[in-house]
């Protein structure tokens, strides 16, 4: 089983123009975290895909691998399917571009599910943590997921799912982790399928795997990943660094 690692990495962000080239130690974020995806040294290969000349010098030109959209992309999804579509792999891992602290012990936890996945039954798979504070289930900003007794994704939503109407019954509540591992097949299909409501309402990607029923698997963990969303980020990180 072949299995890649590829860091979707876009130059314009909302929130914090230019993150992934901020310099963090030294280094850019997008440098930090293509490094510390290699040096997991769980994959076969590790790309970075981009639409930004700038991003795919400074990945080339400190000896890693990069790739130039051909396409503009609304998502990382598209943007990955589109740079794999002609690679020779089993199995592929999105992992963020702004995660300079990729952790290697959650990539194994996902890379695990298709290695014991004999028949086949899981098109992706991906992170989820519990989350016991009000506000943190509250704010929309927080993806939330409900699965089944399988661990199977039952939908995600920036709502509170599910809804509290009893109390004291032993409901759980999960945030969503976007790291996903894709088949192979299952990410070209999802390239080629239309957006639906369900999608297009929450601006969710994965939604659309599930209004297509594919079935993404759930793994609980306890990682929490140190994204770089904000200046202030960028200076937490700085810190821990």
């Not at 990382?76 to 999105?94: L, P, Q, T």
């Not at 004291?168 to 399928?193: E, M, P, S, T, W």
């Not at 029923?213 to 969303?229: F, L, N, Q, S, Y």
């Amino acid at each position: 089983m072949k299995i890649i690692a590829v860091i979707p990495a876009r130059y314009a962000s909302t929130r914090f123009p230019a993150k992934l080239l901020q310099d963090l130690g030294g280094k850019s974020v997008i440098l930090r975290t293509y490094e510390a995806t290699l040096n997991t040294q769980l994959f076969d290969d590790v790309f970075v895909v981009t639409d930004s000349d700038l991003i795919f010098k400074e990945i080339t030109t400190n000896g890693g691998k990069a790739i130039m959209s051909i396409k503009e992309h609304e998502s990382g999804s598209d943007r990955i399917a589109e740079a794999v579509a002609n690679m020779d792999v089993d199995v592929v891992i999105n992992v963020q571009g702004d995660e300079p602290f990729t952790a290697a012990e959650p990539l194994k936890e996902l890379i695990s599910v298709f290695k014991t996945d004999a028949d086949k039954k899981v098109d992706l798979a991906s992170l989820m943590r519990e989350i016991t504070n009000s506000d943190q289930i509250n704010n929309p900003n927080n993806v939330k997921v409900v699965v089944d007794q399988s661990q199977f994704a039952l939908y995600f939503s920036r709502s509170v799912i599910p809804y509290p109407r009893e109390q004291n019954v032993g409901v759980r509540y999960f945030q969503h982790i976007g790291i996903y591992a894709f088949r192979k097949q299952a990410l070209l299909d999802f390239y080629n399928l239309p957006m639906k409501s369900l999608e297009a309402s929450e601006k969710l990607e994965q939604l659309r795997y599930l209004e297509f029923g594919k079935r993404i698997k759930m793994v609980e963990t306890a990682h929490v990943g140190i994204g770089i969303d904000t200046p202030e980020d960028l200076e937490r990180a700085r810190l821990l660094l």
